[in-house]
């Protein structure tokens, strides 16, 4: 990736307590996003790819058009936040994964997605 096709990307977790449902193995979390272009050309948010992970080692893949119904275009220095969320199996998980990013010369290029942890609060140490 350039330096002129450079995105930042940033997730807050959160645990939905009211959502989740331990007893039935059920933990939502929601999470906020930050999506920063700091390259140099404009770009639009085309694809997501997400890896979540529980405790137990099971894995759900998400792919879909956008982020909540919307495809992003950032200018240089633009930022884009939206809220979303996941359920999971055990009290922790990561999530990972990439956007499909395309810059306005028509460059495709993936924005990665840095792993982090859902857990239900008082969980890790």
Do not use: C
């Amino acid at each position: 990736m350039s330096e002129k096709n450079k995105v930042l990307v940033e997730a807050q977790p959160y645990y939905i307590e009211a959502q989740s449902s331990p007893e039935d193995n059920r933990y939502v979390f929601a999470y906020t996003v930050t999506i920063t272009n700091v390259g140099s050309s404009a770009a639009k948010l085309l694809t997501r790819h997400w890896l979540i992970t529980d405790a137990n080692g099971k894995v759900q893949e998400v792919n879909g058009e956008g982020v909540v119904g919307e495809h992003p275009h950032l200018n240089p220095g633009d930022s884009f936040r939206y809220t979303s969320a996941a359920m999971i199996e055990t009290p922790v998980g990561v999530m990972q994964g990439k956007y499909q990013m395309q810059a306005d010369n028509g460059e495709s290029f993936n924005a990665n997605i840095p792993k982090f942890t859902l857990s239900i609060p008082r969980t890790l140490h």
